[in-house]
C-alpha cells in the first residue's frame, strides 16, 4: 500500500523561507509531484522529481531522496499569495497517483 | 490550449438518487483520473482511464463507476446517493506516457456535489 505524511499546518511570515516535507512509504516509484491548491480552487502542479536530488523552478525547490522516502518543498522570499494547501503526491508501481492530505501554509504580514 | 472542463460546477442531490459528473480532458490527453476530496480525507483516488479502458481503481464501493468515450472525454456516475458522498469531485488528464516520465495530471476545477 502507499502511504503519505506532511505536516497539516505551518505558518510563516512574508519575504521568509519556509520548507514543507513529505515522506512516503510506497509499493514501486515512478516519481513524486508537488500540488498547490488554493481554497476553492484545483490544484496545481508545481514540481516532479523521479531522480534523486534538488530541482529548482523560479521561488520553488523540490529535492527528493528515493533511499529515504522523503521530500521537501522550498519555497522562498514568500509572498502572501503562497498561501494555500500544498499537496505532495507519489505515483507508485501503476499509473495511479496517490496524494498526502496536503499542508496548509499561512503567510502572515 | 483550453484546460480541464467538468460539468456541473455544482449540483444538489438528495440520499437515494444517481448522478452523472463530465470531464473534457486537455485536447491529446488520453489519460483521465477522477478524485473525490473531502476536508478530511484529503484528495482520494477513485479511478483512471486510458484509452477507453479503466486502468486503476481506488477503494470505493461499486456505486461509484465511470467511462472513457473514443474521444477522452470521461463522465463518472454515483448511484444510490448517500450522505457521505457530499465532496468535491475533481477530473485530471495526462497525456498517458509510460511510468518514470514526467506525466503530469492537470486538473479540472471539480464539480461540487451536495447530497441532502
Known amino acids: 500500500g502507499q502511504n503519505i505524511d506532511q505536516p497539516t499546518e505551518m505558518t510563516a511570515t512574508e519575504g521568509a523561507i519556509v520548507q514543507i516535507n513529505c515522506t512516503y512509504q510506497t509499493s514501486g516509484f515512478n516519481g513524486l509531484f508537488w500540488y498547490q491548491q488554493h481554497a476553492g480552487e484545483a490544484p496545481t502542479f508545481l514540481s516532479y522529481n523521479v531522480l534523486d536530488g534538488l530541482e529548482e523552478k523560479g521561488r520553488f525547490s523540490s529535492f527528493l531522496s528515493r533511499s529515504k522516502g522523503y521530500s521537501y518543498l522550498l519555497l522562498k522570499e514568500l509572498q502572501m499569495k503562497d498561501s494555500a494547501s500544498y499537496l505532495c503526491?507519489?505515483?507508485?508501481?501503476?499509473?495511479?497517483?496517490?496524494f498526502g492530505k496536503g499542508t496548509l501554509l499561512t503567510v502572515n504580514p | 490550449k483550453a484546460g480541464v472542463t467538468q460539468t456541473p460546477r455544482y449540483l444538489i442531490k438528495t440520499r437515494g438518487q444517481q448522478v452523472t459528473l463530465s470531464c473534457s480532458p486537455i485536447?491529446?490527453?488520453?489519460?483521465v483520473s477522477w478524485y473525490q476530496q473531502t476536508p478530511g480525507q484529503g484528495l482520494q483516488f477513485l479511478f483512471e482511464y486510458f484509452s477507453e479502458t479503466q486502468r486503476n481503481k481506488g477503494n470505493f464501493p461499486g456505486r461509484f463507476s465511470g467511462r472513457q468515450f473514443s474521444n477522452s472525454r470521461s463522465e463518472m456516475n454515483v448511484s444510490t446517493l448517500e450522505l457521505g458522498d457530499s465532496a468535491l469531485y475533481l477530473c485530471?488528464?495526462?497525456?498517458?506516457?509510460?511510468?518514470?516520465?514526467?506525466?503530469?495530471?492537470?486538473f479540472g476545477p471539480g464539480t461540487r456535489l451536495t447530497v441532502l
Open positions: 485530471a488528464s495526462s497525456l498517458g506516457l509510460s511510468l518514470g516520465s514526467a506525466d503530469t495530471q492537470y
Open positions: 503526491a507519489v505515483r507508485g508501481s501503476n499509473y495511479k497517483l496517490t
Open positions: 485536447s491529446g490527453h488520453r489519460s
